[in-house]
């Protein structure tokens, strides 16, 4: 139980075009998503922390009109990067998890990478 | 702020033991650790909970020292499997809300 899908695995774009990615938990309701995104070598960082039905709470420093966040159900949220540029190609992950005491259930990550 | 992790890098012979500490500044509801693999999401290893507590399983088990606000992480007897980077995931209540961040990190090489 407790699976996490995201979609897709890889993505390559163009500079200047916009990029969703989706984030599935599978078998179980989610009250609450996180997306991170990850840089080679480097621990996860913290962009925003999603829940049902309510705005997403960006971290410092993460610009909600370029990472705009859609939470619209217990088992879906997206994120879509506007009009992506190189720097933010990057390894973007996202969690799952059913309450406060819970873990988090991570998606297998999408490899964005922007030409 | 980001939780340390010590030592940053080891590298072992199977069948070795490591152990992988996560400092935290802050008071800690809750500490998770996870493996990660190369190119792979972090894999879910355990959970320790505010009250102190001890988990083990097979051969990797944790502590949480609550009031040290510090977590170990214990792997004995490794196999090659356990090579990756270990992270330690902590929440702690900041400014009204649960906070999560993910530690520095460590990054395990067992060779054969």
């Not at chain 1, 990029?19 to 480097?42: G, H, N």
């Amino acid at each position: 139980g407790a699976v996490v899908s995201q979609h897709p695995s890889w993505v390559i774009c163009k500079s200047g075009t916009s990029v969703k990615i989706e984030c599935r938990s599978l078998d179980f309701q989610a009250t609450t998503m996180f997306w991170y995104r990850q840089f080679p070598k480097q621990s996860l960082m913290l962009m925003a922390t999603s829940n049902e039905g309510s705005k997403a709470t960006y971290e410092q420093g993460v610009e909600k009109d370029k990472f705009l966040i859609n939470h619209a159900s217990l088992t879906l949220s997206t994120l879509t990067v506007t009009s992506a540029h190189p720097e933010d190609s990057s390894f973007y992950i996202c969690s799952a998890r059913r309450g406060l005491a819970d873990t988090q259930y991570f998606g297998p990550g999408t490899r964005l990478t922007v030409l | 702020q980001q939780p340390v992790q010590s030592p940053q890098a080891v590298i072992l012979r199977e069948g070795e033991d490591a152990v992988i500490n996560c400092s935290s500044s802050k008071a800690l509801y809750s500490v998770h650790w996870y493996r990660q693999k190369h190119g792979e999401a972090p894999v879910f290893l355990m959970i320790l909970l505010k009250g102190g507590e001890q988990k083990g399983h097979d051969k990797i088990s944790a502590s949480f020292n609550e009031k040290k606000q510090q977590s170990s992480l214990y792997l004995t007897a490794s196999q090659l499997s356990y090579s990756g980077t270990y992270f330690c995931g902590t929440e702690a209540y900041t400014s009204g809300t649960y906070k999560y961040i993910f530690g520095t990190g460590t990054r395990l090489k067992v060779l054969a």
